[in-house]
């Protein structure tokens, strides 16, 4: 019927800009990605980048949303591999999480809000990090992170602090763990971050999201394999 018709252009019409958004690419296998990661970190650094030339230090530095879906795969994902080259002693690895949050209500970077209360869901964890330790920290941002498609609100994350006896501190010191979440937009502005998540590696920003979905790959190319560029010993 010509109402069946209509409803199935509407759905082609939407899946088509889902597709622009989120494209479907394709997955090389994790050997194949860490190779393609080595030639690229290599040119990069041919190209004038600092860092290590050893391959045995490494800065990695990563801005974040909780509220960003790809956030949620690829933070937990890189603070994984850092645990595994630490425990192994195959690297030596400075690991920082630094906030920006697609909210306009702490970043004036951003021309609108793409995710609503993601500001106060950045205090939230530094003012846990502050009572709690730095392990607790990233048990409450996972917490956050798996919650994207389904718990995850303001008001969930104001009564889980609350569950974990940090109401009060997250009334008095909002503003200052605000004023925190701030420094690090201002960072991120600073070195051209856009969205989220943008991770650095000794100073070189990986260029897309195909080296962001495989941390694997990534710490086999890099951790256990870099070697020193051409030139740069």
Not at 129 to 137: I, K, L, P, S, V
Not at 166 to 193: M, P, Q, S, T
Request: with cysteine; net charge positive; charged share 20%.
């Amino acid at each position: 019927s010509s109402r069946l018709l209509g409803a199935a252009v509407i759905f082609a019409v939407v899946l088509s800009c889902e597709l622009v958004r989120f494209p479907i690419q394709s997955v090389a296998p994790t050997d194949a990605r860490a190779m393609s990661f080595r030639t690229w970190y290599t040119h990069a650094r041919q190209s004038g980048d600092g860092g290590d030339s050893s391959g045995k230090s490494l800065s990695i530095l990563v801005f974040t949303d909780y509220m960003c879906p790809y956030c949620g795969t690829t933070v937990p994902s890189i603070e994984a591999a850092a645990d595994r080259s630490e425990k192994r002693g195959s690297a030596t690895m400075q690991l920082a999480i630094r906030d920006y949050p697609l909210d306009q209500s702490c970043n004036k970077f951003v021309a609108v809000t793409v995710h609503p209360g993601a500001c106060e869901i950045a205090v939230a964890v530094r003012v846990v990090r502050r009572q709690a330790g730095e392990a607790a920290a990233r048990g409450f941002a996972n917490w956050c992170y798996r919650g994207i498609n389904g718990h995850l609100s303001v008001d969930a994350v104001r009564k889980r602090v609350a569950d974990l006896g940090f109401a009060e501190a997250l009334k008095r010191d909002y503003d200052l763990a605000l004023a925190d979440v701030r420094l690090d937009v201002d960072l991120g502005a600073r070195l051209g971050v856009q969205g989220t998540p943008r991770v650095f590696i000794n100073n070189v920003g990986l260029p897309g999201s195909q080296f962001f979905f495989d941390a694997l790959a990534v710490e086999q190319g890099l951790l256990d394999n870099a070697k020193p560029p051409a030139g740069r010993h």
